[in-house]
């Protein structure tokens, strides 16, 4: 694959990497505003070529390579350069356009631009919280791509386990497993008990149909 | 990138004309939690010759201040970081998000704003005459610019200190320049625009944009924004080999401990 990653900073270090273990053959061409972080980035990223570049030269960079670029990733520590940049890769048609976010409250700006691939790197924050504080329902994991879900609910009372055994009696297409509240593992519907957590594994749209039966 | 003096002379009016017709400007609110002022604004915004786009930066409003922005058809983003105090970020990322030639900064919670105001900042860069303009306004200027800002002004960079309202957040300037400055984060980022334009040798004049009726900061606001103001001024005077880093820590002390009238309910007029 042929990735440019647009930024220098934080987020971009962690994705470089990534980028350098999916496909260690892979061509990653790396865009940085400031000649002395660009000069730093070559030494800490051998395996990438960096550019420097100034802000307003990078569309023009994305428009002249589009045609032999796969993925484009806007990994720069302001929203508003990933929106641009994103734009201007989606309107020359780069197959992957893939946007880091600095502020979570900006995915419905990126998704209305028709940002496919938003990646939030706080989202995990509310979901682990959720699971250590001990939430009674928690959507731990949204595959950003093919609608499949992961789900965690815990189990409260007699008549919430009773309505999830019906549910789940009737879904074939579900995997689960549970967790009991000695931390124990089980895989059977009949292991269920109270203060226990149940873990189902499914497309999206079944999820949330079970928590909706089941009252969640 | 800045055009070396502007002489009367025929082709330069044919150019200043050409830059009249061609230039847009992008107006830029910095906002949060301003759903009563933002329809206004925009609107406003639009009114003003040569406006392009209008760009809402929020800091994380909790009413619906991003809501009426965007229906009114401004471009908005929420600024990448939501530190206290952000003016900078929302600043920078205001900046990153504007496509046209010309910036105009505004606050969005002034009451009296007009098409002018903002025809005001512009028009000396869409002239020929500036890269960068500073608006003052008809009040005093305020104890953070009288007592910290001025006297470092003054004293490091006595080029600056014939401006009277350095601090101001109404500015205008080609899109290009701020791309080539960093921007401070908080409440320095005026006062660190002001110097390194200058620096980089764009031609600032200030312009008095009348009467402007608005909130004032909160009193509370002052001492965090009086360290901030002196922070940027110092890093820069150590940057530029003008101090030594000793002194400016030193004076930093020092600025924390000034008594601007929050303790005491004095303070200075």
């Keep these: 694959m042929r990735v440019l990653l647009i930024g220098g900073g934080h987020s971009a270090y962690f994705a470089a990497n990534a980028i350098k273990d999916i496909d260690p053959t892979g061509k990653l061409i790396i865009i940085e505003f400031t000649s002395e972080k660009a000069e730093v980035l070559s030494k800490t990223f051998p395996f990438a070529e960096v550019l420097h570049q100034e802000i307003d030269e990078v569309e023009s960079y994305i428009k002249t390579n589009a045609s032999i670029l796969d993925a484009l990733i806007a990994a720069t520590e302001s929203d508003s350069l990933n929106l641009r940049y994103c734009k201007v890769g989606r309107e020359n048609a780069i197959p992957l356009i893939i946007a880091i976010?600095?502020?979570?409250?900006?995915?419905?700006?990126?998704?209305?631009?028709?940002?496919?691939?938003?990646?939030?790197?706080?989202?995990?924050?509310?979901?682990?919280?959720?699971?250590?504080?001990?939430?009674?329902?928690?959507?731990?994991y949204k595959l950003p791509a093919g609608g499949v879900m992961l789900a965690s609910i815990k189990i409260e009372s007699e008549e919430h386990m009773h309505k999830l055994r019906k549910e789940l009696d009737k879904s074939n297409d579900i995997s689960m497993i549970f967790v009991s509240r000695s931390g124990e593992i089980k895989n059977s519907l009949s292991d269920l008990d109270?203060?226990?957590?149940?873990?189902?594994?499914?497309?999206?749209?079944?999820?949330?149909?079970?928590?909706?039966m089941v009252g969640e | 990138?800045?055009?070396?003096?502007?002489?009367?002379?025929?082709?330069?009016?044919?150019?200043?004309?050409?830059?009249?017709?061609?230039?847009?400007?992008?107006?830029?609110?910095?906002?949060?939690?301003?759903?009563?002022?933002?329809?206004?604004?925009?609107?406003?915004?639009?009114?003003?010759?040569?406006?392009?786009?209008?760009?809402?930066?929020?800091?994380?409003?909790?009413?619906?201040?991003?809501?009426?922005?965007?229906?009114?058809?401004?471009?908005?983003?929420?600024?990448?970081?939501?530190?206290?105090?952000?003016?900078?970020?929302?600043?920078?990322?205001?900046?990153?998000?504007?496509?046209?030639?010309?910036?105009?900064?505004?606050?969005?919670?002034?009451?009296?704003?007009?098409?002018?105001?903002?025809?005001?900042?512009?028009?000396?860069?869409?002239?020929?005459?500036?890269?960068?303009?500073?608006?003052?306004?008809?009040?005093?200027?305020?104890?953070?610019?009288?007592?910290?800002?001025?006297?470092?002004?003054?004293?490091?960079?006595?080029?600056?200190?014939?401006?009277?309202?350095?601090?101001?957040?109404?500015?205008?300037?080609?899109?290009?320049?701020?791309?080539?400055?960093?921007?401070?984060?908080?409440?320095?980022?005026?006062?660190?625009?002001?110097?390194?334009?200058?620096?980089?040798?764009?031609?600032?004049?200030?312009?008095?944009i009348g009467y402007k009726d608005h909130d004032m900061k909160p009193l509370h606001a002052l001492t965090d924004m009086a360290y901030e103001v002196a922070g940027a001024i110092l890093r820069r005077a150590i940057r530029d080999q003008k101090t030594d880093p000793e002194w400016a820590e030193r004076y930093l002390r020092g600025v924390r401990a000034i008594d601007l009238g929050l303790e005491s309910g004095r303070g200075f007029a």
């Design chain 2, 1 to 208: 990138m800045v055009n070396a003096g502007f002489r009367l002379c025929p082709l330069n009016l044919y150019t200043a004309a050409l830059r009249i017709v061609w230039m847009e400007i992008s107006v830029i609110f910095p906002t949060k939690n301003r759903e009563g002022y933002v329809k206004r604004a925009v609107r406003t915004a639009f009114k003003a010759r040569a406006v392009g786009e209008v760009i809402v930066v929020d800091g994380g409003s909790r009413d619906k201040t991003l809501e009426i922005a965007e229906r009114e058809g401004a471009k908005v983003i929420v600024q990448s970081d939501l530190i206290y105090p952000g003016k900078g970020v929302a600043m920078r990322d205001g900046a990153y998000l504007a496509s046209c030639d010309v910036l105009v900064y505004l606050d969005i919670d002034i009451r009296n704003m007009t098409p002018e105001f903002i025809e005001k900042l512009a028009n000396p860069i869409l002239e020929g005459e500036a890269d960068f303009v500073k608006g003052c306004f008809e009040r005093a200027a305020g104890r953070v610019t009288e007592l910290v800002a001025k006297p470092l002004l003054r004293m490091f960079y006595p080029e600056l200190a014939r401006f009277r309202q350095p601090l101001s957040g109404e500015i205008a300037g080609l899109r290009t320049l701020f791309y080539k400055v960093e921007f401070e984060r908080g409440w320095g980022v005026d006062v660190g625009l002001l110097i390194d334009l200058h620096k980089l040798g764009a031609r600032i004049v200030e312009r008095d």
């Design chain 1, 101 to 140: 976010l600095n502020n979570p409250l900006n995915y419905e700006i990126f998704a209305k631009e028709g940002i496919r691939y938003i990646i939030n790197p706080y989202s995990f924050i509310p979901v682990e919280l959720s699971e250590i504080l001990g939430s009674a329902t928690n959507i731990i």
């Design chain 1, 194 to 212: 109270l203060g226990g957590r149940l873990y189902l594994l499914g497309s999206e749209k079944k999820i949330k149909n079970i928590l909706k």
